[in-house]
């Protein structure tokens, strides 16, 4: 399983670390590293993607040291991540597969489970709308159930777990997109929109499409205090 928790953090630290600062990441932030680990764009490659951009960046700066931007989002990244993406792709053309290491995940069962009823209970217990509310009964029925079979599996497959996990996160989402205002899509499209707006020129059209909806996606379960269900979001204190 994809060390999730290294992913995110490693992507976070890297971007900080060639800023030169301790800048947070923005909600467009998470949304465009989340938009690449569903693609399944490498960690190696979104790292070597931020290097080169800032390799470039460091050298203009050096030319024009007061003509030259500085760095407010990681979206300035994509490009150079896109393009060292492709490059990795070609490279393994040919290349003789490897066999996988098996590593621990990180991910014991019980506290698996623990993760998975607690958000299940927070879901019953939340005020929502038609039809959201019935998709939330729903949702947090099967995480119970999820977590029933963990504790008498010998071996879970925690990959198909997260799977199943992002198909019910689909699902509730789709159910708070239907319940919600008019105005609050409307506001939160624009807010995207504003946000996304300096980097559409660094972006392929389908990563923009990708990170719009993981920015509405997070912004819209925030407004609501519903917690994601990935297995990236689980602390090890459950």
């Known amino acids: 399983m994809l060390n999730y928790f290294n992913y995110f953090t490693e992507i976070e630290q890297r971007f900080q670390q060639r800023r030169g600062s301790l800048l947070m990441l923005s909600t467009l932030d998470w949304a465009l590293i989340e938009s690449w680990r569903e693609a399944g764009i490498p960690l190696e490659a979104v790292l070597r993607g931020i290097d080169d951009a800032f390799d470039k960046y460091d050298e203009r700066q050096r030319k024009s040291p007061r003509g030259v931007r500085k760095v407010n989002g990681l979206a300035w990244c994509a490009q150079s991540i896109m393009e060292v993406t492709e490059q990795m792709k070609e490279a393994a053309i040919g290349a003789a597969p490897q066999l996988k290491e098996e590593q621990d995940s990180g991910f014991e069962g019980e506290a698996v489970a623990r993760y998975l009823e607690s958000n299940a209970a927070i879901l019953e217990q939340a005020k929502l709308t038609a039809p959201a509310d019935a998709v939330s009964v729903e949702v947090a029925t099967r995480l119970r159930t999820l977590a029933a079979e963990l504790r008498?599996?010998?071996?879970?497959?925690?990959?198909?777990?997260?799977?199943?996990?992002?198909?019910?996160?689909?699902?509730?989402?789709?159910?708070?997109?239907?319940?919600?205002?008019?105005?609050?899509?409307?506001?939160?499209?624009?807010?995207?929109?504003?946000?996304?707006?300096?980097?559409?020129?660094?972006?392929?059209?389908?990563?923009?499409?990708?990170?719009?909806?993981?920015?509405?996606?997070?912004?819209?379960?925030?407004?609501?205090?519903?917690?994601?269900?990935?297995?990236?979001y689980m602390t090890h204190d459950l």
């Open 152 to 232: 008498v599996e010998q071996k879970a497959d925690m990959e198909g777990l997260d799977r199943t996990l992002t198909v019910l996160e689909e699902k509730l989402f789709a159910g708070l997109m239907t319940a919600a205002p008019e105005a609050e899509m409307t506001a939160l499209r624009e807010q995207a929109a504003r946000e996304l707006a300096p980097y559409r020129s660094r972006m392929q059209s389908m990563q923009i499409r990708q990170v719009e909806q993981q920015f509405l996606q997070k912004r819209m379960l925030e407004a609501r205090n519903i917690p994601r269900l990935s297995l990236f």
